[in-house]
T-cell receptor, first 113, second 116 residues
Framework: QKEVEQNSGPLSVPEGAIASLNCTYS??????FFWYRQYSGKSPELIMS????GDKEDGRFTAQLNKASQYVSLLIRDSQPSDSATYLC?????????????FGTGTKLQVIP | GAVVSQHPSRVICKSGTSVKIECRSL??????MFWYRQFPKQSLMLMAT?????????EQGVEKDKFLINHASLTLSTLTVTSAHPEDSSFYIC????????????FGPGTRLTVT
């Protein structure tokens, strides 16, 4: 079982719709969770971090964490064509200190105009 | 804030030569820097982790004598690909962690290496 699992997609949504990206992780002690956006040929860009159960909202993005289910998701409201990218889920076992972050393989999102 | 730069952005070299890639944190001091490699349509692969002033920790399967990492200061880490071969052609990305209490990583723009 992979440590961090994501559906590779592509996930296609129409412009203006809500895109829902999901990620599961295997290590129960994981404490820190991140979503990165990576455009083709570019490096990843940190867009959201979440540490506690529940929802965290930032603009059109909402991260949702459920540690009991070992599940983290990213919702993108009012999806735009510029949101088309690969979204990487990343998990860190601790909330502080040096630890290696584990990345999922990413979900490719396509927003159709 | 939290800007990471890489140089060069793109390099083409001949097989057998060495290439140095620089990674700099521009507006913060990076206690830890990471080097990744990404092949087309594949995920990030962590190559090594370096802490300022100490030897890098390499991931399993990564040759430390081939991929030399130096983290001489809190704002600069370098990756040298020695005796490069065409199979080393890839997208090399560094990232930096701002402080001990910060776990998010900020990525540099990446370096596209092509070995001919």
């Amino acid at each position: 079982q992979k440590e961090v699992e994501q559906n590779s997609g592509p996930l296609s949504v129409p412009e203006g719709a809500i895109a829902s990206l999901n990620c599961t992780y295997s290590d129960r002690v994981s404490q820190s969770f991140f979503w990165y956006r990576q455009y083709s040929g570019k490096s990843p860009e940190l867009i959201m971090s979440i540490y506690s159960n529940g929802d965290k909202e930032d603009g059109r993005f909402t991260a949702q964490l459920n540690k009991a289910s070992q599940y983290v998701s990213l919702l993108i409201r009012d999806s735009q064509p510029s949101d088309s990218a690969t979204y990487l889920c990343a998990v860190n076992p601790y909330s502080g200190g040096y630890q290696k972050v584990t990345f999922g393989t990413g979900t490719k999102l396509q927003v159709i105009p | 804030g939290a800007v990471v730069s890489q140089h060069p952005s793109r390099v083409i070299c001949k097989s057998g030569t060495s290439v140095k890639i620089e990674c700099r944190s521009l507006d913060f001091q990076a206690t830890t820097m990471f080097w990744y490699r990404q092949f087309p349509k594949q995920s990030l692969m962590l190559m090594a982790t370096s802490n300022e002033g100490s030897k890098a920790t390499y991931e399993q399967g990564v040759e430390k004598d081939k991929f030399l990492i130096n983290h001489a200061s809190l704002t600069l880490s370098t990756l040298t690909v020695t005796s490069a071969h065409p199979e080393d052609s890839s997208f090399y990305i560094c990232s930096a962690r701002a402080s001990v209490g910060e776990v998010g990583q900020y990525f540099g723009p990446g370096t596209r290496l092509t070995v001919t």
